[in-house]
């Protein structure tokens, strides 16, 4: 099985939920414009000092923090290579802020941040939220 790199950004994806931990719940703010531009340039925007983890031409992959959260930042060359990615990485759960060619991947209150700056269209992966101390998780969304 050829290893893709959707595969290995969902791996990336995958590490910071497990530095995040899991949340809950819904966020609606008025959204600006959505940001448009490199993966340094959205940086700038939202005052990160990107981390690289990917830099190929299909992709190009930073770590970026907020005070203590730490979230993904990437860009993409196609809408297709970012979709596909943005398909696999859901299945690890989280929540996805989607512009056009880019994507920040983080706990719910970094991504809700984020909009604030960014714009763009809130995802919600997988909810793993069940895995808790054996009772039913509440959420409502």
């Known amino acids: 099985m050829k290893v ?67 979230y993904v930042l990437a860009t993409f060359a196609t809408d297709r290579g970012q979709r596909e990615w943005i398909n696999t990485a859901k299945d690890y759960g989280g929540y996805y802020l989607v512009g056009r060619k880019w994507v920040a991947v983080g706990h719910e209150d970094v991504v809700a941040g984020l909009r604030d700056t960014l714009g763009g269209n809130l995802e919600v992966g997988t909810d793993h939220s069940g895995h808790s101390d054996g009772h039913s998780a509440d959420h409502d969304g």
């Open 4 to 70: 893709t790199r959707p595969m290995l950004a969902a791996a990336g994806v995958a590490a910071v939920f497990a530095l995040a931990g899991c949340g809950s719940g819904d966020q609606e703010a008025a959204v600006p414009k959505t940001a448009t531009g490199s993966l340094e340039h959205l940086a700038a925007e939202v005052k990160c000092k990107p981390n690289m983890q990917t830099d190929a031409d299909e992709i190009r992959q930073a770590l970026c923090k907020t005070g203590k959260e730490k």
